[in-house]
Structures are given as C-alpha cells and as structure tokens.
C-alpha cells in the first residue's frame, strides 16, 4: 500500500473515533478506564531494581526516555530501535483494548524501565516500598501546556481541547487530565529530599545535553566513554527522534499526525507563539501565587 495511502487511511479511523471518558481518583481526572481499574495499578508491585519515568504530560518524557534506552544498551541504537518506546518502556498506567502498561511490566523481564504520569500522591507504594531510582524530568509552565494543548488536539484519548482561549481557562480551572502541573512538578520536587529521584529540566537538556545526558548515566550508576555520550546527543536530537519511527507513536490509532506531530516543534518559548499578553500577564500573577511556597524554580524565557 503507498505510503499516503496508509496516511489517509488511519485519518479517516480517527476521524470515526469517539474521544475517550474520564473520571477521577482521589481528584485527579484520570481516564475512565483507568479509574476503573485502579486497584491493580495501586497494587503494582514494583522490583528493586526497577527504574521509573515520571513527568507532566509533554514534558519531554519520551526524549528522556530515549536517553535512558540508549544509556543503558551503550549508544547502541541497533538495540535501542528493537521496538517502539511504549514496549520497551511500560506505561504504567495505559489501558488499552488488548494489553496494560502493568501487565506489559508483569510480563518483562528485570531490570524494567517504566514510564507514568501520576502524581506523586497516587504512585503505587511498591515504588517507595522497594526504594526504586525514579528520574523526573519537568518543562517549564507555558511551553508545557502549549504543547499539551497541542497534544490534546491531536489525540482522541484525552478531552477536545476547544480554543486555545478555552484551554487556558481549563488549565488555570486546574481541570486537566493527571491533575495540576503546579501541584504535579511541586510534589515530585518535595518527595525528591527524602527519595532516590534525578530531578530534571527539559530547558537543561536543550542548553547542554551532554552534562544532562552524563548526570542520568551516573544516576543510573553507568560509566560511558566520550564518544557514546556524543552519540547519544546525536541519536536524541529532535532531528534525529523525529525521523526515528520508534519514538514518535506512529501507529497509535487514537492519534492524527496530521493535526499535530507528536514531536511538533522541540523549541523552548513556542508559548510566545500562543499566549495573548493579556494571558502571559494573567499566567504570570498564576504562576507566581502557586509557586510561592516552593525552592522550585524554571527557565521559562529562552
Ligand atoms: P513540543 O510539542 O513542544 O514540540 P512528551 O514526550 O512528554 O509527550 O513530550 C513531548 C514534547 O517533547 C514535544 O514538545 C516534543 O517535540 C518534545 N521532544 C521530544 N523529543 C525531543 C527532543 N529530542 N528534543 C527536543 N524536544 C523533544
């Protein structure tokens, strides 16, 4: 079949899709199926040596992701492109029709690398239970809910965004799916003093890959030459990763491409392309009542 046969094809199934339903778990909008199945993810057990993602939606997960991958099969991205990141990786909390992110992991091998995008309040206890490493890598405010808005355009498992203006009132209302980010990056960044968690920024990684890159090799307790941590900066570059068919959620039903690519744009400060001033002033007045009683700080002008 021709490529742009197989594209017009997938349109028009997500064209006939309905979006999906949500709920809440201790109020947090989660989706429904995930509500309805919570006590098996609450109860998953997790492993010593385990290594958990955690993030914000659109925080730059899947490059951390892709980072870690390759740290851990030693630049080889032979290995690293055995399969799409969502297999290689489990998403703790997806439900899908045929399979789950906790029976992916149930089924896999240790050492597991899991990815999740609970807040911290609603980690299954196994994790702290078992002292798991957990890397958290946060994206300042406004670049993160432009490219969840974005995000949400494109993919029909989470709410129709509607306007831009009307996401912007959702998102102050605090009625996003996985919760507040302030209340998200806060929690995780407190549970960092009495955990193993590797907190990192997306703006970090951009500035100076390699220094970040090297941090999560020594967290992960790796020692890897010069010329591996260059080859990964080169094969985690957003060129690169847009290319690569196994980070970009390619056959993924639920989402059009076409609307909105997964790896969109990759840029600090697209929010400047969104955000009226009107917004930015009002954002900013936000950002500054609910980050008033954190050490948490962000990178937010380019
Ligand atoms: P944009 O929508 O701003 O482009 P997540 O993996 O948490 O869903 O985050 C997706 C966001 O991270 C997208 O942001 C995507 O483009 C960005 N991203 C993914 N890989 C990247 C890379 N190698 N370099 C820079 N940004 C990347």
Redesign the pocket.
């Given at each position: 079949m021709a490529k742009d046969k197989v594209e017009e094809t997938s349109e028009l199934q997500w064209g006939l899709l309905c979006r999906g339903e949500f709920s809440q778990v201790n109020g947090i909008i989660l989706q429904k199926k995930v509500c309805d199945c919570w006590d098996k993810i609450w109860n998953f057990q997790a492993k010593p040596d385990d290594l958990l993602i955690a993030?914000?939606?659109?925080?730059?997960?899947?490059?951390?992701?892709?980072i870690v991958d390759l740290i851990q099969n030693d630049g080889d991205t032979e290995k690293s492109r055995r399969a799409p990141i969502h297999l290689r990786q489990p998403f703790l909390e997806q439900i899908k029709m045929t399979y789950s992110g906790i029976d992916q992991a149930n089924m896999m091998p240790s050492p597991r690398t899991l990815k999740t995008?609970l807040p911290v309040q609603l980690l299954p206890p196994s994790f702290w239970e078992e002292n798991c490493k957990i890397i958290y890598?946060a994206?300042n405010p406004k670049?993160?809910l432009?490219?969840?808005y974005?995000?949400q355009r494109m993919n029909k498992s989470l709410p129709d965004p509607g306007s831009w203006d009307e996401y912007f009132e959702t998102v102050l209302a605090g009625n996003v799916v996985w919760g507040s980010w302030f209340d998200h990056v806060k929690g995780w960044w407190k549970k960092k003093d009495s955990h193993p968690i590797l907190y990192i920024f997306?703006e970090d990684?951009?500035k100076d890959?390699k220094c970040e890159i090297r941090k999560i090799m020594e967290f992960l307790g790796k020692n890897l030459k010069e010329e591996v941590l260059d080859k990964i900066v080169y094969n985690?570059?957003?060129?690169?990763?847009?290319k690569n068919p196994m980070?970009n959620y390619l056959n993924e039903i639920t989402m059009n491409h076409n609307l909105?690519?997964?790896?969109?744009?990759?840029?600090m400060g697209?929010w400047k392309n969104q955000f009226t001033e009107a917004q930015n002033k009002q954002f900013n007045e936000y950002y500054e009542k609910n980050m008033a009683d954190t050490s948490l700080s962000f990178c937010i002008e380019p």
């Amino acid at each position: 079949m021709a490529k742009d046969k197989v594209e017009e094809t997938s349109e028009l199934q997500w064209g006939l899709l309905c979006r999906g339903e949500f709920s809440q778990v201790n109020g947090i909008i989660l989706q429904k199926k995930v509500c309805d199945c919570w006590d098996k993810i609450w109860n998953f057990q997790a492993k010593p040596d385990d290594l958990l993602i955690a993030s914000y939606p659109k925080a730059g997960t899947t490059w951390t992701q892709e980072i870690v991958d390759l740290i851990q099969n030693d630049g080889d991205t032979e290995k690293s492109r055995r399969a799409p990141i969502h297999l290689r990786q489990p998403f703790l909390e997806q439900i899908k029709m045929t399979y789950s992110g906790i029976d992916q992991a149930n089924m896999m091998p240790s050492p597991r690398t899991l990815k999740t995008h609970l807040p911290v309040q609603l980690l299954p206890p196994s994790f702290w239970e078992e002292n798991c490493k957990i890397i958290y890598v946060a994206r300042n405010p406004k670049d993160n809910l432009v490219s969840y808005y974005h995000f949400q355009r494109m993919n029909k498992s989470l709410p129709d965004p509607g306007s831009w203006d009307e996401y912007f009132e959702t998102v102050l209302a605090g009625n996003v799916v996985w919760g507040s980010w302030f209340d998200h990056v806060k929690g995780w960044w407190k549970k960092k003093d009495s955990h193993p968690i590797l907190y990192i920024f997306y703006e970090d990684i951009m500035k100076d890959p390699k220094c970040e890159i090297r941090k999560i090799m020594e967290f992960l307790g790796k020692n890897l030459k010069e010329e591996v941590l260059d080859k990964i900066v080169y094969n985690t570059s957003f060129d690169i990763m847009k290319k690569n068919p196994m980070t970009n959620y390619l056959n993924e039903i639920t989402m059009n491409h076409n609307l909105s690519p997964f790896l969109r744009k990759g840029i600090m400060g697209d929010w400047k392309n969104q955000f009226t001033e009107a917004q930015n002033k009002q954002f900013n007045e936000y950002y500054e009542k609910n980050m008033a009683d954190t050490s948490l700080s962000f990178c937010i002008e380019p």
